[in-house]
């Protein structure tokens, strides 16, 4: 008696810890979030007051899709400046995992800009945006690959990538779009071939088909190399001699094959096993949700908002910059365009309209916002607010009448207006600006895009860094997107 209850004890534990590991894999996969190859097309947009909140609303109409689907497609506009987008995880990233490859394929392309269009292959996922519906495109000129150049293979991987390869493409078509295959050839055990191929979603078999025969066509070419990549207007594939791709075969049915598993191990505890299995996956399925919708709700929001001294509204700042008129024009960034601002109150100020947003919510940007503005020091560019919940994302920051450091330094005359103590001076205060955001007490802050044009100078010339706190990543604890260079280099 004793025994069988120890037994059965014994049986339980590693039913939740076999349980909970494969779990915790399932949510942690690679997000794969490096990029490959991102370009633009060669076109301008034809009218950026309708252009840009098209595009921001195609990525955020995406980014549901994303969530729950793993792929996702949208339309919005009409004109020139309608706005098609489609963007894509690869087979094998979770859900949890292709929310952050998209965050980071979203926060890249919109360097297009003012370009109208683009796609940005990642290792993860691809995503693209055009001005005309390009859905149905699976060959195009820009067709390329991108081969390894660090190790030669002999001719049992090449063996093996073969074989590989051409099983992927021989199964995807039938398969959603995707394949993926691991070979050794005989006698050769330890020269394994990884493959991944991936047509999009808005095909049909037949193109999609046609598309990975011209990527295999093509990533043949990068044999014998360890690594290749097929970067095709309607599908993704790479080999490589590592094994990158993720332990999930595809989102969602992998829950369905830990419960399987479990309850053919431990009939007699079915019952409890797959109670306590359901229990973690309805616990994990909230903390996932509540990971990606954040915590309330957005009657809640409304009321922050309206209470707050940072919210500012919309239409004030359409009219005190008016209208976002070419002529308040101060500069463009990064992250968007600056306009020079007047409040109804007299108040000068700089108004930033972001081409983007990576906040999914507008109550997280309102959060991030109201950290950042209570970060203050002399040498850093005051943040005084946002229109968080308008149209498009504002920053409202203080106004700094003499620009930013570059219009002096590049300047043969204006440089004159900087002699040698004021220059030594305007690198102490960069420095010291610089030191505040790495020991700040709440946030630590780390820039990433220092550069003469973003450090301002206010009526006395004294320098303040502009800029910061907007790179940070929207997941905290995946520090491998996070320090990423975000400008310049
Ligand atoms: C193809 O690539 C060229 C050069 O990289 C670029 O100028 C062009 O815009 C690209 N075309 C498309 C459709 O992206
Ligand atoms: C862009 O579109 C807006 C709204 O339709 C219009 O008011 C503006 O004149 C247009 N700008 C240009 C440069 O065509
Ligand atoms: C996204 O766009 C589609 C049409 O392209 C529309 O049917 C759908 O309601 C939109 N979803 C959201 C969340 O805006
Ligand atoms: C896309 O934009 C370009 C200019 O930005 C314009 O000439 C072209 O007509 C647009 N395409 C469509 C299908 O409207
Ligand atoms: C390998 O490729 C990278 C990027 O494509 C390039 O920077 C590097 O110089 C190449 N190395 C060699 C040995 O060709
Ligand atoms: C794998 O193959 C390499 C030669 O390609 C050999 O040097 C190595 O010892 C092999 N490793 C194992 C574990 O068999």
């Not at 954040?294 to 239409?315: C, E, H, M, T």
């Not at 992250?335 to 997280?364: C, M, Q, S, W």
């Not at 940070?472 to 997107?481: G, T, V, W």
């Amino acid at each position: 008696m004793m025994a069988r209850k120890t037994s059965t004890f014994l049986q339980l534990t590693l039913v939740i810890l076999v349980s909970m590991t494969l779990l915790h894999k399932g949510a942690n996969g690679d997000p794969r979030t490096q990029t490959v190859k991102m370009e633009c097309q060669n076109q301008l947009e034809h009218n950026s007051t309708i252009f840009v909140p098209n595009f921001v609303a195609v990525m955020e109409n995406i980014s549901d899709q994303m969530r729950t689907n793993g792929w996702g497609m949208s339309v919005i506009g009409s004109g020139p400046d309608t706005n098609y987008g489609l963007a894509q995880c690869y087979g094998d990233l979770s859900l949890l995992d292709c929310v952050l490859c998209y965050a980071e394929a979203r926060s890249l392309l919109p360097q297009c800009y003012p370009n109208n269009g683009g796609r940005i292959f990642l290792d993860g996922c691809f995503m693209r945006a055009e001005n005309y519906s390009f859905f149905q495109e699976y060959t195009g000129p820009n067709d390329t690959v991108v081969c390894g150049n660090q190790t030669r293979k002999g001719s049992s991987f090449e063996g093996s990538a073969r074989q590989a390869l051409a099983q992927a493409v021989a199964s995807a078509p039938g398969n959603k779009g995707y394949g993926r295959a691991k070979v050794a050839v005989a006698g050769a055990m330890n020269q394994s071939a990884y493959v991944l191929a991936d047509c999009w979603k808005s095909l049909d078999r037949s193109s999609c088909q046609a598309c990975l025969e011209n990527a295999l066509t093509s990533i043949l070419t990068c044999l014998p190399w360890s690594e290749g990549r097929a970067l095709n207007t309607g599908c993704f594939m790479r080999y490589s001699d590592t094994n990158f791709l993720n332990n999930i075969p595809s989102n969602g049915s992998n829950r369905g094959k830990i419960i399987v598993i479990v309850v053919s191990v431990v009939s007699s505890l079915m019952v409890v096993a797959v109670g306590i299995i359901i229990g973690v996956l309805i616990w994990k399925q909230r903390y996932i949700q509540k990971k990606r919708k954040g915590p309330s709700d957005a009657r809640k929001l409304v009321k922050i908002l309206r209470d707050s001294s940072l919210n500012f509204k919309y239409s004030v700042l359409e009219k005190a910059t008016g209208s976002f008129d070419n002529a308040n024009k101060l500069g463009q960034g990064g992250f968007g365009t600056v306009y020079k601002g007047v409040l109804p109150d007299g108040r000068e100020i700089a108004v930033k309209r972001l081409f983007f947003n990576n906040k999914h919510r507008a109550e997280d940007f309102y959060n991030e916002v109201n950290i950042i503005s209570s970060v203050e020091h002399k040498n850093l560019v005051r943040l005084l607010g946002c229109s968080c919940s308008g149209p498009e994302s504002l920053l409202v920051y203080e106004f700094l009448s003499n620009k930013s450091l570059d219009r002096f330094i590049f300047d043969a005359n204006r440089g004159k207006a900087l002699n040698w103590e004021k220059r030594l001076e305007i690198m102490i205060g960069t420095a010291e600006g610089l030191v505040c955001l790495h020991h700040n007490s709440k946030i630590k802050i780390i820039h990433r895009d220092i550069k003469a044009s973003n450090i301002l100078l206010d009526s006395r010339l004294r320098a303040k860094i502009a800029d910061f706190g907007l790179a940070r990543s929207f997941q905290d604890d995946k520090s491998h997107i996070s320090t990423a260079i975000a400008g310049t280099l």
